[in-house]
């Protein structure tokens, strides 16, 4: 019988939806018409004019991604220093010691020893920022930490995390697994968040010593690397297993048109920049420092977008009212609204003309230079308004369908909490013990990755979590 209610509710829901649809279509339908801007009979286009530099990345069946790395001097725009500057600090500079965070300083409750990652290989982890971090123009809330000394800072997380969108102070194919005293911590005081690989091994390289160094995120954007022991040239340190990147890197994802064969769409990973700096730099108590650079996602009206001397090739979109200069993270959506072809405009071109009002029409009509108050509220637009009832049937009718879907939600919620109580106090009955017979460990989905290049990969941990191993499976490369 409480399956039969919650499938009468579920289909009353959906007719319950259909109307309001239809209603709310209408809606827009007649807000349409009160306007210009028809966004329907804009061009969605897909074009990208930057195809060389990019990532091919393929949807697969188990919804992910499958990415194929072009050669490196196809993909790499390095060190154009058109969004960040960059300084380097030796052995001997003050600016070192100055840049250095002593997490061992700090209140035990100030530092996060992260247990998962401090005891694994190829791991990476997810976690909350306090403060908006701006990277490439863009403020982020989130990072994912990874056992290989970097920081993947990307949207869409696949298993090919050391490809692009990343902040390494030392990518390598480190261990923290190894040893008791490797660990990977870090500290968030609202204003810089401080990640640190402490006394982290190379894998099966362990007899050449301990790394430790770190990246610190400054509020206002700055990134900082430290590094306070590097027992051997980083030159050194290659591996077929796992590539060694040190610098910055941000992509966008567009969504190309399916192919004739397969229906799938395609997704492409496109790296716009990468910042590479001098590895043979980076030797023990060394620094480097990012500043960020203005960038044209900064502006937020057209005049600052346009006129302003911090940023060249900004164009302004104002159907989204965003300022870019088309190569960023949001390349996928100025493409489909146009913003290309209105980039190509001026500021004025978006100032609103007023229509001609009955005040123009007045003048003409009518003798005397100025109409008065009393004569203003005699206009035929005055006399519409104040003659015309106001229209309150479509307020009612979705204030109940409103109501009647809020209520079908409770009763919902209320027999699944009943179903629930039922199981929990009556285990030996035949559906709950089918139920609890089928919950395995592997009940989370994953999410399957394939590549045909040689790429790291990694899997994402959660803290806290019981059943829920990882949601990203790893499989090994080569």
Request: hydrophobic content about 35%; some cysteine.
């Amino acid at each position: 019988m409480g399956l039969c209610a919650v499938l009468l509710i579920c289909l009353s829901q959906a007719e319950l939806g259909k109307v309001w649809a239809y209603k709310h279509e209408d809606a827009l339908s007649e807000t349409v018409l009160q306007t210009d801007g028809d966004l329907s009979s804009l061009q969605r286009t897909r074009r990208d004019q930057y195809a060389p530099h990019h990532r091919e990345a393929r949807q697969t069946e188990g919804g992910g991604l499958d990415i194929t790395t072009l050669p490196d001097n196809m993909t790499r725009i390095v060190d154009s220093q058109r969004y960040y500057k960059w300084q380097s600090f030796g052995p001997t500079d003050r600016r070192t010691e100055e840049l250095w965070v002593n997490l061992n300083s700090l209140h035990k409750s100030q530092v996060q020893i992260h247990g998962i990652l401090s005891n694994a290989h190829r791991q990476a982890a997810r976690v909350a920022l306090s403060f908006d971090f701006p990277f490439y123009g863009h403020h982020l809330r989130q990072i994912i930490i990874a056992t290989g000394g970097f920081i993947f800072m990307g949207d869409i997380t696949h298993r090919m995390l050391t490809a692009t969108q990343y902040i390494a102070p030392l990518m390598a194919n480190f261990d923290p697994s190894y040893a008791k005293n490797s660990t990977v911590r870090y500290s968030d005081n609202g204003n810089v968040f401080v990640v640190q690989w402490d006394s982290v091994s190379l894998k099966d390289r362990e007899a050449e010593g301990p790394f430790t160094f770190q990246a610190v995120l400054r509020k206002n954007g700055t990134i900082v690397f430290n590094y306070r022991d590097i027992p051997i040239p980083v030159d050194k340190m290659n591996s077929t297993e796992h590539p060694v990147k040190v610098g910055l890197s941000d992509a966008f994802m567009a969504h190309l048109p399916a192919s004739q064969v397969s229906e799938v769409q395609r997704r492409t990973i496109y790296e716009y920049h990468r910042v590479e700096i001098d590895i043979t730099k980076i030797v023990r108590r060394s620094a480097f420092e990012f500043t960020p650079l203005p960038t044209c996602l900064q502006h937020t009206s057209c005049d600052l977008c346009i006129t302003s001397n911090l940023t060249t090739g900004c164009g302004w979109c104002n159907t989204l009212q965003r300022c870019s200069d088309g190569i960023d993270r949001h390349r996928q959506e100025w493409l489909d609204y146009n913003c290309p072809e209105e980039a190509k405009g001026s500021c004025e071109d978006y100032i609103p003309v007023l229509p001609e009002g009955s005040m123009s029409s007045y003048n003409q009509s009518s003798p005397g230079p100025t109409p008065s108050s009393a004569e203003m509220e005699e206009q035929p637009v005055t006399r519409d308004l104040q003659l015309s009832p106001p229209h309150h049937t479509g307020i009612t009718e979705n204030t109940a369908i409103i109501a009647g879907v809020v209520a079908a939600l409770v009763v919902l919620v209320i027999l699944t909490l009943l179903a629930v109580y039922y199981i929990n106090t009556h285990p030996t009955v035949a559906p709950p013990f089918y139920l609890m017979q089928r919950r395995t460990n592997n009940y989370w989905p994953s999410m399957k990755f394939r590549n045909q290049a040689c790429h790291s990969s990694y899997a994402e941990v959660e803290l806290g979590g019981h059943e829920k191993e990882g949601f990203i499976e790893a499989e090994q490369c080569c």
